[in-house]
Protein backbone atom coordinates (compact mmCIF):
# COMPACT_ATOMS: atom_id res chain seq x y z
CA UNK A 1 0.00 0.00 0.00
CA UNK A 2 1.28 3.49 -0.57
CA UNK A 3 2.34 5.71 2.63
CA UNK A 4 0.01 8.62 1.92
CA UNK A 5 -2.61 9.41 -0.08
CA UNK A 6 -4.08 12.91 -0.69
CA UNK A 7 -7.96 13.43 -1.02
CA UNK A 8 -9.08 16.70 -2.59
CA UNK A 9 -13.00 17.38 -2.11
CA UNK A 10 -14.42 19.09 -5.40
CA UNK A 11 -17.61 20.34 -6.18
CA UNK A 12 -20.08 20.96 -9.53
CA UNK A 13 -17.51 24.40 -9.55
CA UNK A 14 -14.79 22.53 -10.59
CA UNK A 15 -11.25 23.85 -10.52
CA UNK A 16 -12.23 27.51 -10.10
CA UNK A 17 -13.86 26.29 -6.51
CA UNK A 18 -10.84 24.37 -5.23
CA UNK A 19 -8.47 26.20 -2.58
CA UNK A 20 -4.79 26.43 -3.77
CA UNK A 21 -4.08 23.97 -1.36
CA UNK A 22 -6.16 21.79 -3.26
CA UNK A 23 -5.16 23.03 -6.67
CA UNK A 24 -1.45 21.90 -5.99
CA UNK A 25 -2.18 18.69 -5.11
CA UNK A 26 -3.99 17.75 -8.36
CA UNK A 27 -0.97 19.71 -10.10
CA UNK A 28 1.44 17.34 -8.18
CA UNK A 29 -0.11 14.39 -8.30
CA UNK A 30 1.46 11.63 -10.34
CA UNK A 31 -1.52 9.53 -10.47
CA UNK A 32 -4.93 10.84 -10.01
CA UNK A 33 -8.42 8.95 -9.28
CA UNK A 34 -11.54 9.76 -9.32
CA UNK A 35 -15.28 9.55 -11.65
CA UNK A 36 -15.52 10.49 -14.93
CA UNK A 37 -17.10 13.26 -14.18
CA UNK A 38 -14.66 14.39 -11.20
CA UNK A 39 -11.73 13.56 -13.63
CA UNK A 40 -12.96 16.30 -16.08
CA UNK A 41 -13.17 19.03 -13.96
CA UNK A 42 -9.66 19.37 -13.42
CA UNK A 43 -7.31 20.28 -15.74
CA UNK A 44 -5.32 17.78 -18.23
CA UNK A 45 -1.72 17.34 -17.27
CA UNK A 46 0.87 14.21 -17.17
CA UNK A 47 -0.46 12.49 -14.41
CA UNK A 48 -1.90 9.25 -15.31
CA UNK A 49 -5.30 9.42 -14.61
CA UNK A 50 -7.58 5.97 -13.22
CA UNK A 51 -11.53 6.59 -13.35
CA UNK A 52 -12.91 4.36 -10.78
CA UNK A 53 -14.11 0.90 -11.81
CA UNK A 54 -17.26 -1.10 -10.28
CA UNK A 55 -17.16 -2.30 -7.94
CA UNK A 56 -14.56 0.17 -6.32
CA UNK A 57 -14.71 -1.49 -3.19
CA UNK A 58 -13.35 -4.82 -4.48
CA UNK A 59 -10.95 -3.20 -6.43
CA UNK A 60 -9.78 -0.03 -4.26
CA UNK A 61 -7.08 -2.15 -2.65
CA UNK A 62 -5.37 -3.65 -5.69
CA UNK A 63 -5.11 -0.03 -6.94
CA UNK A 64 -3.78 1.53 -4.52
CA UNK A 65 -1.34 -1.17 -4.32
CA UNK A 66 -0.29 -1.05 -7.90
CA UNK A 67 0.78 2.50 -7.51
CA UNK A 68 2.80 2.49 -4.57
CA UNK A 69 5.40 4.59 -4.18
CA UNK A 70 3.79 7.15 -6.64
CA UNK A 71 2.17 10.58 -5.46
CA UNK A 72 -1.28 9.76 -5.26
CA UNK A 73 -4.56 12.19 -5.51
CA UNK A 74 -8.10 11.06 -4.99
CA UNK A 75 -10.70 13.12 -6.23
CA UNK A 76 -13.76 13.36 -4.43
CA UNK A 77 -17.56 14.76 -4.39
CA UNK A 78 -17.89 17.66 -1.75
CA UNK A 79 -16.32 16.87 2.09
CA UNK A 80 -14.53 13.54 1.31
CA UNK A 81 -15.15 12.17 4.76
CA UNK A 82 -19.06 12.68 4.67
CA UNK A 83 -20.44 9.66 2.57
CA UNK A 84 -17.50 9.85 0.54
CA UNK A 85 -14.49 7.93 -0.23
CA UNK A 86 -12.02 9.52 2.52
CA UNK A 87 -13.57 7.25 4.86
CA UNK A 88 -13.12 4.24 3.35
CA UNK A 89 -9.56 5.27 2.27
CA UNK A 90 -9.13 5.94 6.15
CA UNK A 91 -10.22 2.47 6.75
CA UNK A 92 -7.81 0.97 4.41
CA UNK A 93 -4.44 2.97 5.05
CA UNK A 94 -4.85 4.86 8.34
CA UNK A 95 -5.64 8.02 9.42
CA UNK A 96 -1.88 9.23 9.63
CA UNK A 97 -1.72 7.61 5.44
CA UNK A 98 -4.42 10.30 4.19
CA UNK A 99 -4.19 13.83 3.37
CA UNK A 100 -8.15 15.29 3.51
CA UNK A 101 -8.86 18.66 1.54
CA UNK A 102 -12.42 19.05 2.20
CA UNK A 103 -14.77 21.28 0.12
CA UNK A 104 -18.26 21.97 1.16
CA UNK A 105 -20.13 19.60 1.10
CA UNK A 106 -23.50 18.92 -1.00
CA UNK A 107 -25.12 18.97 2.65
CA UNK A 108 -23.96 22.26 3.62
CA UNK A 109 -24.53 24.07 0.40
CA UNK A 110 -27.99 22.76 0.24
CA UNK A 111 -28.65 23.63 3.64
CA UNK A 112 -27.77 27.36 3.08
CA UNK A 113 -29.86 27.67 0.03
CA UNK A 114 -32.88 26.31 2.05
CA UNK A 115 -31.86 28.03 5.25
CA UNK A 116 -31.85 25.25 7.41
CA UNK A 117 -29.53 24.75 10.60
CA UNK A 118 -27.32 21.52 9.74
CA UNK A 119 -27.70 20.36 13.17
CA UNK A 120 -31.26 20.14 12.89
CA UNK A 121 -31.99 18.03 9.85
CA UNK A 122 -31.48 14.42 8.71
CA UNK A 123 -29.26 13.34 6.22
CA UNK A 124 -30.22 10.20 4.10
CA UNK A 125 -27.92 8.61 1.76
CA UNK A 126 -29.44 6.85 -1.39
CA UNK A 127 -26.45 6.32 -3.09
CA UNK A 128 -26.30 2.79 -3.79
CA UNK A 129 -29.53 1.94 -0.94
CA UNK A 130 -33.05 1.48 -1.78
CA UNK A 131 -35.33 4.36 -1.42
CA UNK A 132 -37.13 2.57 1.33
CA UNK A 133 -34.34 3.70 4.13
CA UNK A 134 -36.07 6.84 3.91
CA UNK A 135 -38.98 5.03 5.98
CA UNK A 136 -37.63 5.90 9.44
CA UNK A 137 -36.79 9.67 9.11
CA UNK A 138 -40.60 10.26 7.82
CA UNK A 139 -41.66 12.02 10.82
CA UNK A 140 -43.81 15.17 11.13
CA UNK A 141 -41.81 18.48 11.03
CA UNK A 142 -38.81 16.40 10.07
CA UNK A 143 -36.53 18.23 7.97
CA UNK A 144 -34.10 16.13 5.69
CA UNK A 145 -31.40 15.93 2.96
CA UNK A 146 -31.42 13.32 1.20
CA UNK A 147 -28.45 12.39 -1.30
CA UNK A 148 -29.56 11.20 -4.59
CA UNK A 149 -28.35 8.15 -6.62
CA UNK A 150 -29.58 9.86 -9.62
CA UNK A 151 -32.07 11.89 -11.80
CA UNK A 152 -34.50 9.40 -10.75
CA UNK A 153 -34.52 9.22 -6.95
CA UNK A 154 -36.66 12.50 -6.65
CA UNK A 155 -39.67 10.71 -8.13
CA UNK A 156 -38.91 7.93 -6.21
CA UNK A 157 -38.95 9.81 -3.19
CA UNK A 158 -42.09 12.02 -4.16
CA UNK A 159 -44.06 8.51 -4.74
CA UNK A 160 -42.44 7.44 -1.07
CA UNK A 161 -43.73 10.09 0.79
CA UNK A 162 -47.19 10.17 -0.59
CA UNK A 163 -47.65 6.31 -0.17
CA UNK A 164 -47.01 7.05 3.27
CA UNK A 165 -49.58 10.36 3.49
CA UNK A 166 -46.99 12.55 3.50
CA UNK A 167 -47.79 14.37 -0.60
CA UNK A 168 -48.09 17.66 1.12
CA UNK A 169 -44.38 18.03 2.25
CA UNK A 170 -42.74 20.70 1.25
CA UNK A 171 -40.21 18.94 -1.37
CA UNK A 172 -36.86 20.97 -2.90
CA UNK A 173 -35.00 19.53 -5.24
CA UNK A 174 -31.21 21.32 -5.97
CA UNK A 175 -29.38 20.50 -8.91
CA UNK A 176 -25.54 21.04 -9.33
CA UNK A 177 -24.87 23.02 -6.44
CA UNK A 178 -22.41 25.77 -6.60
CA UNK A 179 -21.79 25.75 -10.26
CA UNK A 180 -22.89 28.30 -12.55
CA UNK A 181 -25.60 25.59 -14.03
CA UNK A 182 -27.06 25.58 -10.45
CA UNK A 183 -31.25 25.07 -10.51
CA UNK A 184 -33.55 24.91 -7.32
CA UNK A 185 -37.00 23.38 -7.84
CA UNK A 186 -39.36 23.99 -5.05
CA UNK A 187 -42.93 22.41 -4.49
CA UNK A 188 -44.84 19.75 -2.50
CA UNK A 189 -44.01 16.01 -3.55
CA UNK A 190 -47.72 15.43 -4.62
CA UNK A 191 -47.23 18.10 -7.17
CA UNK A 192 -43.53 16.91 -8.50
CA UNK A 193 -43.43 16.09 -12.15
CA UNK A 194 -40.41 17.50 -13.17
CA UNK A 195 -37.40 16.08 -14.65
CA UNK A 196 -34.27 16.19 -12.29
CA UNK A 197 -30.51 16.54 -13.27
CA UNK A 198 -28.36 13.61 -12.11
CA UNK A 199 -26.33 15.25 -9.91
CA UNK A 200 -28.74 16.31 -7.37
CA UNK A 201 -29.81 16.71 -3.87
CA UNK A 202 -33.41 16.44 -2.03
CA UNK A 203 -34.41 18.79 0.90
CA UNK A 204 -38.06 17.70 2.13
CA UNK A 205 -39.90 19.27 5.05
CA UNK A 206 -42.10 16.74 6.19
CA UNK A 207 -45.97 17.36 6.47
CA UNK A 208 -48.86 14.81 6.77
CA UNK A 209 -51.70 15.74 8.24
CA UNK A 210 -53.77 12.47 9.30
CA UNK A 211 -51.03 10.37 8.21
CA UNK A 212 -50.17 7.32 10.53
CA UNK A 213 -47.35 7.95 13.26
CA UNK A 214 -44.92 5.52 12.56
CA UNK A 215 -42.01 6.07 15.17
CA UNK A 216 -38.28 4.78 15.83
CA UNK A 217 -39.16 4.27 19.53
CA UNK A 218 -40.58 0.57 19.91
CA UNK A 219 -44.23 -0.85 20.07
CA UNK A 220 -45.24 0.11 16.58
CA UNK A 221 -48.51 -0.80 15.97
CA UNK A 222 -49.44 -4.66 14.92
CA UNK A 223 -51.11 -3.01 11.44
CA UNK A 224 -47.97 -2.14 10.77
CA UNK A 225 -46.53 -5.86 9.70
CA UNK A 226 -47.45 -8.56 7.54
CA UNK A 227 -48.04 -11.47 9.45
CA UNK A 228 -49.12 -15.17 9.54
CA UNK A 229 -49.74 -15.03 13.40
CA UNK A 230 -46.10 -15.28 13.83
CA UNK A 231 -46.01 -11.42 15.45
CA UNK A 232 -44.38 -10.49 19.11
CA UNK A 233 -47.39 -8.38 19.73
CA UNK A 234 -47.32 -4.65 20.21
CA UNK A 235 -46.85 -4.36 24.28
CA UNK A 236 -44.99 -7.10 24.70
CA UNK A 237 -42.43 -5.85 21.65
CA UNK A 238 -42.04 -2.84 23.09
CA UNK A 239 -40.79 -4.49 26.79
CA UNK A 240 -38.81 -7.34 24.81
CA UNK A 241 -36.70 -4.11 23.08
CA UNK A 242 -36.06 -2.22 26.43
CA UNK A 243 -34.46 -5.34 27.95
CA UNK A 244 -32.69 -5.96 24.29
CA UNK A 245 -31.23 -2.23 25.15
CA UNK A 246 -30.53 -1.19 21.49
CA UNK A 247 -27.29 0.37 21.24
CA UNK A 248 -26.11 2.16 17.88
CA UNK A 249 -23.66 0.10 15.52
CA UNK A 250 -24.33 -3.08 17.81
CA UNK A 251 -25.80 -6.36 16.21
CA UNK A 252 -28.61 -8.16 17.04
CA UNK A 253 -29.35 -12.13 16.50
CA UNK A 254 -33.33 -12.43 15.89
CA UNK A 255 -33.80 -16.20 16.58
CA UNK A 256 -37.00 -17.81 15.34
CA UNK A 257 -37.63 -14.33 13.08
CA UNK A 258 -41.30 -14.92 12.25
CA UNK A 259 -43.00 -11.29 11.20
CA UNK A 260 -39.46 -9.73 12.22
CA UNK A 261 -40.90 -7.02 14.40
CA UNK A 262 -38.04 -7.36 17.01
CA UNK A 263 -35.01 -7.04 14.34
CA UNK A 264 -36.83 -4.43 12.51
CA UNK A 265 -38.00 -1.99 16.09
CA UNK A 266 -33.99 -2.98 16.45
CA UNK A 267 -32.97 -1.44 13.31
CA UNK A 268 -35.28 1.89 13.66
CA UNK A 269 -33.37 2.28 16.88
CA UNK A 270 -30.38 4.27 14.78
CA UNK A 271 -29.09 3.60 11.26
CA UNK A 272 -25.91 1.93 12.41
CA UNK A 273 -27.57 -0.46 14.39
CA UNK A 274 -27.67 -4.34 12.93
CA UNK A 275 -29.70 -7.41 13.20
CA UNK A 276 -29.80 -11.20 11.35
CA UNK A 277 -32.75 -12.81 11.54
CA UNK A 278 -33.41 -16.76 11.88
CA UNK A 279 -35.70 -18.18 10.27
CA UNK A 280 -36.03 -21.92 9.13
CA UNK A 281 -39.79 -21.04 6.89
CA UNK A 282 -38.64 -20.01 3.55
CA UNK A 283 -42.38 -18.20 3.37
CA UNK A 284 -41.78 -15.89 6.75
CA UNK A 285 -38.60 -15.04 5.77
CA UNK A 286 -39.64 -13.97 2.20
CA UNK A 287 -42.57 -11.85 4.51
CA UNK A 288 -39.59 -10.51 6.95
CA UNK A 289 -37.78 -9.40 4.08
CA UNK A 290 -40.98 -7.44 2.92
CA UNK A 291 -41.80 -6.33 6.41
CA UNK A 292 -38.46 -5.04 6.90
CA UNK A 293 -38.50 -2.96 3.27
CA UNK A 294 -41.81 -1.42 3.84
CA UNK A 295 -40.75 0.13 7.32
CA UNK A 296 -37.38 1.21 5.94
CA UNK A 297 -34.75 -0.93 7.54
CA UNK A 298 -32.37 -3.71 5.77
CA UNK A 299 -32.20 -7.30 7.88
CA UNK A 300 -29.71 -10.28 6.82
CA UNK A 301 -32.72 -12.75 6.42
CA UNK A 302 -30.56 -16.21 7.08
CA UNK A 303 -33.01 -18.95 6.62
CA UNK A 304 -32.17 -22.27 8.55
CA UNK A 305 -33.11 -23.77 11.57
CA UNK A 306 -31.08 -22.91 14.94
CA UNK A 307 -29.05 -23.85 16.45
CA UNK A 308 -27.23 -25.28 13.56
CA UNK A 309 -27.59 -22.00 11.18
CA UNK A 310 -25.80 -19.78 14.08
CA UNK A 311 -22.96 -21.37 13.15
CA UNK A 312 -20.73 -18.75 11.28
CA UNK A 313 -22.33 -15.73 12.01
CA UNK A 314 -20.92 -12.82 13.51
CA UNK A 315 -20.26 -12.57 17.59
CA UNK A 316 -23.70 -10.14 18.55
CA UNK A 317 -24.20 -7.86 21.58
CA UNK A 318 -27.70 -8.99 21.76
CA UNK A 319 -29.82 -12.12 21.18
CA UNK A 320 -33.79 -12.43 20.90
CA UNK A 321 -35.37 -16.20 20.87
CA UNK A 322 -38.82 -15.68 19.85
CA UNK A 323 -39.25 -19.43 18.69
CA UNK A 324 -37.41 -22.56 19.28
CA UNK A 325 -36.27 -22.00 22.46
CA UNK A 326 -37.32 -25.41 22.99
CA UNK A 327 -34.71 -26.89 20.63
CA UNK A 328 -32.07 -28.75 22.12
CA UNK A 329 -28.76 -26.36 22.16
CA UNK A 330 -30.50 -23.21 21.14
CA UNK A 331 -30.19 -21.41 24.27
CA UNK A 332 -26.46 -22.39 24.96
CA UNK A 333 -25.32 -21.90 21.42
CA UNK A 334 -26.72 -18.35 21.59
CA UNK A 335 -25.09 -17.49 25.14
CA UNK A 336 -21.84 -19.21 24.30
CA UNK A 337 -21.76 -16.10 21.16
CA UNK A 338 -22.82 -13.80 22.87
CA UNK A 339 -20.20 -10.76 23.37
CA UNK A 340 -18.96 -9.96 26.89
CA UNK A 341 -21.79 -7.00 28.08
CA UNK A 342 -24.05 -8.63 25.54
CA UNK A 343 -28.35 -8.95 26.20
CA UNK A 344 -30.47 -12.60 26.01
CA UNK A 345 -33.74 -12.25 25.87
CA UNK A 346 -36.21 -15.16 25.50
CA UNK A 347 -40.11 -14.66 25.25
CA UNK A 348 -42.11 -17.83 26.16
CA UNK A 349 -46.20 -18.63 26.07
CA UNK A 350 -45.97 -22.62 26.36
CA UNK A 351 -45.31 -24.59 29.96
CA UNK A 352 -42.21 -26.40 28.18
CA UNK A 353 -40.66 -22.90 27.25
CA UNK A 354 -41.69 -21.67 30.81
CA UNK A 355 -40.05 -24.66 32.49
CA UNK A 356 -36.75 -24.28 30.40
CA UNK A 357 -36.67 -20.48 31.44
CA UNK A 358 -36.84 -20.85 35.00
CA UNK A 359 -33.78 -23.46 34.94
CA UNK A 360 -31.99 -21.45 33.10
CA UNK A 361 -33.01 -18.48 35.32
CA UNK A 362 -32.00 -20.97 38.35
CA UNK A 363 -28.61 -21.21 36.77
CA UNK A 364 -28.02 -17.34 35.16
CA UNK A 365 -29.87 -15.47 37.08
CA UNK A 366 -31.20 -12.09 35.02
CA UNK A 367 -34.22 -10.95 35.21
CA UNK A 368 -37.77 -13.22 35.07
CA UNK A 369 -41.23 -10.83 34.27
CA UNK A 370 -44.74 -12.63 33.04
CA UNK A 371 -46.61 -9.97 31.02
CA UNK A 372 -50.19 -10.26 30.67
CA UNK A 373 -52.17 -7.99 27.88
CA UNK A 374 -55.94 -7.58 28.06
CA UNK A 375 -57.74 -5.89 24.91
CA UNK A 376 -61.18 -4.06 25.51
CA UNK A 377 -63.70 -5.79 22.60
CA UNK A 378 -67.63 -5.43 22.45
CA UNK A 379 -69.40 -8.14 24.35
CA UNK A 380 -73.04 -7.68 23.30
CA UNK A 381 -73.69 -3.99 23.23
CA UNK A 382 -71.48 -3.45 25.53
CA UNK A 383 -67.29 -3.62 26.14
CA UNK A 384 -65.68 -6.49 27.98
CA UNK A 385 -61.70 -7.18 28.12
CA UNK A 386 -60.59 -10.25 26.51
CA UNK A 387 -56.83 -11.54 27.50
CA UNK A 388 -54.06 -12.52 25.42
CA UNK A 389 -51.86 -15.48 25.83
CA UNK A 390 -49.53 -14.55 28.76
CA UNK A 391 -45.49 -14.21 27.87
CA UNK A 392 -42.62 -14.60 30.09
CA UNK A 393 -39.67 -12.67 28.96
CA UNK A 394 -36.14 -13.52 30.97
CA UNK A 395 -33.82 -11.38 30.03
CA UNK A 396 -29.65 -11.86 31.49
CA UNK A 397 -26.70 -9.64 30.71
CA UNK A 398 -23.56 -11.75 29.99
Given at each position: ????????????????????????????????????????????????????????????????????????????????????????????????????????????????????????????????????????????????????????????????????????????????????????KKTVAKDWTNTADPLNVIGVLCRGEGAELLPTTPGLPDSAYESDGQLTKREVRAVTLSRLAPVPGQLLWDVGGGAGSIAIEWLRHHPSCRAVAI????????????????????????????????????????????????????????????????????????????????????????????????????????????????????????
Amino acid sequence: MPESVTVVGIGADGWEGLSPAAQEAVRSAEVLMGSVRQLGLVPEDTAERISWPSPLSESLPGLLAEHQGSRICVLASGDPTFHGIGTTLTRLLGAEAVRVIPHPSSVSLACSRLGWPQDQVQVVSLVGYPVELVHPHIQPGRRLVILSWGAHTPAEVAELLIARGYGDSEFTVLEQLGSTNEVVKKTVAKDWTNTADPLNVIGVLCRGEGAELLPTTPGLPDSAYESDGQLTKREVRAVTLSRLAPVPGQLLWDVGGGAGSIAIEWLRHHPSCRAVAIERDPDRAKRLDRNAATLGVAVRTVVGEAPSALKDLEAPDAVFVGGGATVPGVIESCWDALRPGGRLVVNGVTLETEALIANWYAELGGDLVRLSVQRASPVGGMTGWRPAMPVTIWSVTK
